[in-house]
């Protein structure tokens, strides 16, 4: 499976950006899909997670309300809608798709594929 993620940018806070993230490879085998972020100097952080069917969604507190996570399986593609962006969200955004299990989860190390990230800057 093969992820790229795309749609970052600068962006002024309040404003709005949706992230994209193409994924091609063996699809079928994907059960969940995650959303983390990477600030300089920091750890990778979970942001959001959605099961292939998107019935089941989940944020971290810091992005819910704020954050859309979708995606078109038709169309192989991933999504994060970013409303009301804050300079706290600045970071690399990098897409994950987990194949070896089907819960939900937030740990990074469940996750089997991952993109190359997308910067998106937030300026006050």
């Known amino acids: 499976v093969q992820l790229q993620a795309y749609g970052g940018g600068l962006v002024q806070a309040g404003g709005s950006l949706r992230l994209s993230c193409a994924v091609s490879?063996?699809?079928?085998?994907?059960?969940?899909f995650g959303w983390y972020r990477q600030a300089p100097g920091k750890q990778r952080e979970w942001v959001a997670v959605?099961?292939?069917?998107?019935?089941?969604?989940s944020y971290a507190d810091s992005v819910k309300g704020r954050f859309t996570i979708s995606r078109d399986n038709a169309k192989n593609t991933l999504y994060l809608q970013m409303n009301n962006l804050k300079p706290e969200d600045t970071a690399v955004y990098y897409c994950?798709?987990?194949?070896?299990?089907?819960?939900?989860?937030?740990?990074?190390?469940?996750?089997?594929?991952w993109g190359q990230g997308t910067q998106v800057t937030v300026s006050s």
């Open positions: 959605i099961s292939w069917s998107g019935s089941s969604t």
């Open positions: 994950a798709a987990r194949r070896s299990g089907v819960a939900l989860t937030t740990e990074r190390e469940r996750y089997d594929d």
């Open positions: 490879g063996s699809t079928r085998s994907i059960n969940v």
